[in-house]
Structure formats: structure tokens, C-alpha cells
């Protein structure tokens, strides 16, 4: 294959397959859901391709059902953790000299087995380990992953065919390389897209990674490396280490080697990140890239000309859909006065009409959150805005833990723009609700930019194209997503780049050429063709 010129296929967001009644793919899907029922998985660390169990466990309950098992984790330890680096640092030179076509064929390998025979494997554990409705599912466990792998080795061949322009005589390239050491990539528990682009992604430039999975998200993160394994992925280029985030931190930011670290997670956790890289910055043998997407506390603003139908949409569904355990999820909103009423009125019916429940029935749009942590976080904001008098409950409010930790969908209405539950990041399905004068748009446009610390995304609803100019201006760096007469949430790999800025992380763009650049080193190579044979130039001679 050494003669072959690769050309990555052009590629297409991966098609959302719809799970009807009788379909061939919602047959499969229940029988992988039934799987996972009756057997608890034992999830070992893989260090240099080989499993590790350190006889450490804990458990993955579903959230849904906690009181059924459906994994037991063995936790590494600090020798864990520090044999993976070495794995990671061992097999670095020879990944990294595999040609690139052949480490992008591995992931598109991985791509069209998760589209294919291991799709309902995947769903199905993020189901059950992350509480996901099966639409919610299959845009991130099954499409997104997919266009992650696809995409990402197009941009891939895109950078590498930029080379700069060569002279007569002189022949210019640049190499990019893979960073010099190992990439740490700290996955969340939400997406499994995102899980598994975070070590894939710096992977496939030829770096060698150490992959601490969220504990809550394992099941599903386990999955993903057996799908990287089967697509021929070699031993030792991404080590699977289910730890305790301080544990792994502590042994991976002291490290020498640490050339990077790819994240998703709490700003509070990404701050710890920086801090420790910072305060350790002369102990390195390159500057650590520090990559990280963290929190949001995303908005909708309604413009006194939007449809009614299309905001009602946009807050419902961008609120709620996966318990609003997204990123992205649309946590505050500014109605103007003139559209409250009728907006109010068809909200609350339908906010309260919601289905919640277990996952295996497909008529349940909303599930239940993460864990018991989330869970009591989530009713402490509750408990709040009960007690507060600036708030009221338009809808929801209640909790329930005794089967599972469902928390119902909630609309809170407050008179203060600067109220708790409007700063605030919640990671639940709570919606506040601030309702402005119609003659303050512009007081409200400067109030929304200066409410949160977040910028991750944001939605304008609006028909006035005029006004739709000036409030994208007014909130230029309010959100690195912005949407308009669309919910907040939901970005398309190759479509939507994601990512935000202020406290919502670097805004390195995932599902883009942005962010592998950051995963790579360039080298200028100049070769000169007809070189200089002497010292004095010939300006020097003596007209």
C-alpha cells in the first residue's frame, strides 16, 4: 500500500435511524437492552492492551433503576495510572511513525462497525448507564461518535495537505507532528461522543493517550474502547483507567511527559487543571496544551416578534431533553412582556404533560438524572426557589429518588434577572424565566451578557431580521454557539463546531479542524536544491 495515494471518503453526518414500532434496528435495540439486564459486567483498566483488575471495585448502577447493577469497575490505583503513562510513552514512537492514512483508517474502521453491528451495543449501554431515551441515544452514542471518527479524518488530511508555497530551487513542507509525550484525556459522564473523541481525536495525529472515563459514564466508555480495539486499534495507544479524577490528576499533571490534556467537565475541575499545570509549568519537557469544554448556563432570548410555536419549542425541548444534563442546555430564558401570557399558559400545559420514566419505554421523553450527588444538588435549587420570594413554580418542583433519581421537568418564573437559579450552572431540567418590558430590550440584551461567567451557547428567537442583526452584535461573545428560531442545543459535527469561551473553556471547536490542531506540533522543513558554494555575496565585487 506504500504506492497508494489515500483520499479520506467524503464523509456524511451519519443518518438518525428512527426506532419505529416493527423496525429492524428497534428489535436489536431492545435485545441489547435486555442484554445488559441480566449480566453485570466486570470492567478492567487496560494498560498496554492488556486487562488490569485490581480487585478495587465500584459499582454503575442505572440511574433510572439504581438498585440494578449493570457493572462493577476495577479502580486504578496511582501504580495503575503511572504504568499507563508508560504504556502510553512506550508505544508512542512506533504509532507515531505508522503512515497517517493508516492510523485514520483504524477510526473509520471503528466508524462503520458503530454504524453497523456495534450500534445497538453502544446505545444500549448509554441507555442504561446514562439514563438516555433512545433518540437521545442515537444522536450521541451512535452518529455523533460515528461523525467524530469520520469527520475528524477529513480535517485530518485538510491540514495536512496545507503546505506552504517553494520557490525555483527550494523545496518548502511542514510536518505536523504529534506533541512530544502523552495526551490525558478526562471524559464526562453526558455524551459518548464526546467520551470517546477526546482520547480518539488526539489518537488519530499519532499521539498516545491515558483515558480516565467519567465512573458514571463506564459502561458505555468500556464499549467505546472494545469498538477502537476491534477496528485494530494496537496495544498501549489509548490506556483505559476508570480512577478517581484526584488520584489520576495527581499522577498524570506532575508527570514530565504530560504534553496535553484534552477535557470535558465542571469549570471547578478544569480551574484545579490549570492551576496545577501552571504552578508546575518549569517541571515539563514541553508547554502542556491545555484543551477544555466545562460550563454553561445557556440562554434563550425572545424578541417581542417571535413565534410563539417555535420558542415554546426551543425552551421545552432545549430545557429538558436529556434532563438538561447537557452542556448546551437552555437553563435561562428573557420573555418579553406582550408574548408571557400566552407563552406561559401553553408551557406550563405542556411542561406538565411531559412523560418521565424508565428508559426501556420509548414514550418517556425525559428519564432520570445521573446519580444521588446530582439528584441533591438539583433539589437544593429547588428548595431554594420554593423558600425564595422572588421565585414561582410554574410547573414541576417535585423529586423522587425511591426508584430512581428522577427530578420532574421545572419551570421557574423569578422577578430578579440576577436570582440564584439564573447565575447558576444546575446540570438539571430546570428552566428560570425572567420576564422583561418590551421598551428594554436593549437593558435586557446587556443584563443577559453579564448575568453568567459562561459563554458556551445561546438561541435568539426572532422574525425581525433587523432586530436579529442587532441582538447577535450586542451578544457577539455571549455564546460560541448561537442559534437562531432553534433550541440551544444540538451541534452537528462538521456543521455546528462546539464549543464556548469566558468559563465555558478554550473554544478549540470540536467537530472541527480547530481542535486537532491543538493535538499537533508543526516542523518547517526547508530543502534547498541548488545550494550556495560560497561565503561573500556578489553585491561585494568592486564595480
Known sequence: ????????PHPVNEPILGYLPGSKERAELKAALASIEKEVVEIPCIIGGKEVRTGNFFEVRMPHDHKTVIARVHLA?????????DSALKAKREW?????SERARIFLKAADLLSGPWRARINAATMHGQSKNVYQAEIDSACELADFLRFNAKFYEQIISDQPFSPA?????VDYRPLEGFVFAVTPFNFTAIAGNLPAAPAMIGNTIVWKPSEQQSLAAYRTYQLFEAAGLPPGVINFIPAHGAVAGEVALSHPALAGVHFTGSSGTFNHISKTIGSGIENYHTYP???GETGGKDFVFAHPSADLDVLNVALIRGAFEYQGQKCSAASRAYIPASLWPKLKERMVAETRALKQGDVRDFRNLVNAVIDSRSFTKIQSYLDHAKTTSNYTVLAGGECDSSVGFFVKPTLLQTTDP????????????????????DAKIGETLQLLNETSPYALTGAVISQDRMALEKTLRELRHSAGNIYINDKPTGAVVGQQP????????TNDKAGSSMNLLRWMSART???NFVPPKQVLYPYMDEA
Not at 77 to 85: F, L, P, R, S, Y
Open 289 to 291: 496544551r491545555i484543551v
Open 525 to 527: 522543513i526547508k530543502e
Open 169 to 173: 530551487g527550494i523545496h518548502n513542507a
Open 498 to 505: 462546539f464549543g464556548g469561551a469566558r468559563r465555558s473553556g
Open 418 to 437: 440576577k436570582a440564584r437559579t439564573m447565575c447558576e450552572e444546575i446540570f438539571g431540567p430546570v428552566l428560570s424565566l425572567y420576564v422583561y418590558e
Open 96 to 100: 507515531e511513525s505508522l503512515p497517517w
Open 1 to 8: 500500500m506504500n504506492s497508494t495515494l489515500f483520499k479520506v
Open 77 to 85: 490505583g496511582k501504580e495503575q495510572v503511572t504504568a499507563a503513562i
